[in-house]
């Protein structure tokens, strides 16, 4: 009963945060999941099967805030779909000893990604209101559905930050749009994995466990989504996907370091993580006072001209 009250309060955080920054259900969920030893297959097919309720909810709320754009929705998540598929059934195909490293490797490659991604960059909105191409999206659509269903999570990760560089969409309809094309990605890689490993090997009361909490939290990351700052939160969440997964495959059989070398690794990824998480703020706070002074400089200089 205490674990899947855990999971529960695993489901409900990552969604909230998944909700708001348009990544990290899965990323989040299954990392926590191969820490406590759960099969790398088994571990991405019960994230994907909670994610099938989480996301509906999800994406029904993002459209009632306003926060979809359907045709995105089409156009990146039908090939999702296809790559998820063809990703759970690769994953499905490999050994439990060999997928675990590998989707380590895959979930921290994520989580650097994210912590520089929000960190230095933040998110560019400069050419806002531009048609986003097919030939972008569904080539991106496939790639992050495939890293998805490999990796337990990377949809978000891969499609929404893509997605956020052209500057072509608003931040909050980016995220509206990826959260929502993510139930067709769930489905095809839910029954890429019923077909690959069987339902013998899924628990059905840890997906029932996140996916109670991830609907729990649903309506509520719709609405955050325009009020908590994403810089903050995926330097947050990326850090915290390093370390996680740092330590799998620092104790894995590919490197089986020894606890001093574990420890300093730990030490280190820490401090650069907290040191991302300030500088994140900063530079969101700085970035707010520059824009809620804007407008008092041009009163103000408007009145020196009709002076």
Partial sequence: MRKL????????????????????????????LLAI???????????HLAEIGTTLVSGAAHWRFGN???RVVRRVGVPGALGAFLGATFLSSISTAAAAPIMSLILLALGLYL???????????????????KRFLGPLGLVAGFVDATGGGGWGPVGTPAILAS????????IGSIDTSEFLVAVAASLGFLVGLGSQNIDYGWVLALLLGGMAAAPIAAWLVRKVPPRVLGSAVGGMIILTNGRTLLRS??????????????????VAWAAAVVWSV???????????????????????VSS
């Fill in 68 to 70: 979809v754009d359907w």
């Fill in 253 to 270: 059989e590919w490197v089986d370091a020894p606890d001093t070398v574990r420890y300093v690794c730990y030490a280190v990824v820490t």
């Fill in 282 to 304: 900063r530079q969101y706070l700085a970035t707010r006072n520059e824009t809620s002074t804007a407008p008092a400089e041009r009163a103000g200089l408007a009145d020196e």
């Fill in 167 to 174: 500057g072509r969409m608003e931040p909050r309809r980016v």
């Fill in 5 to 32: 009250i855990l999971l529960a309060l695993v489901g409900f955080g990552a969604q909230l945060v998944d909700g708001s920054l348009g990544m990290a259900y899965g990323v989040t969920s299954t990392t926590l």
């Fill in 37 to 47: 030893n759960t099969s790398a297959a088994s571990a991405s097919a019960t994230v």
């Fill in 115 to 133: 912590l520089i991604r929000f960190t230095v960059a933040g998110l560019p909105t400069g050419r806002v209101g531009l048609p986003l191409r």
